[in-house]
């Protein structure tokens, strides 16, 4: 499974926004690519100001349950600080550092780091 993580496959579990295709490859989901996507690019643009807005904006949209949308805001920033939903790879616990994924990622490497830039301004609630 390290050796996957090294070359730039993801070996564990899907992870949301995203689904295995036929040859069982990591893609974007189209719920990925048509919710999730608009949702994390409205946030870096700062149209969406807090996380509880995205959260709402993905109740809405389906992406998650029907639970209230604060529920869904540690999964949301779960997601925003991974890495992963920019077409990167890295697992610390293995000493696999960021490195560039065999998968597409939904965002751009520019809106992950503008979504950076905006959690770690902070009060973003």
Known sequence: ????????????GVKRGFERD????????????EVLKPALEAFARGEL?????????????????????E????SLVAIMKDPFIAG???YPAWE?????AQH????????????QKRLEKGGIG
Not at 1 to 12: E, H, I, Q, T, V
Request: glycine share 8%; with cysteine.
């Open 88 to 90: 990167f790879i890295e």
């Open 49 to 69: 100001l807090r996380k509880i807005d995205v959260c709402n904006y993905l109740v809405e949209k389906g992406f998650w349950g029907k639970q209230k949308p």
């Open 71 to 74: 529920r869904y805001i540690d």
């Open 104 to 115: 597409q990622g939904i965002i751009s490497i520019e809106t992950f780091e503008l979504i």
């Open 22 to 33: 036929k040859d069982n490859l990591v893609v974007p989901s189209k719920d990925g690519l």
């Open 96 to 100: 696999v550092s960021r490195r560039p």
């Open 1 to 12: 499974m390290k050796a996957r993580l090294d070359s730039g496959y993801w070996p564990f």
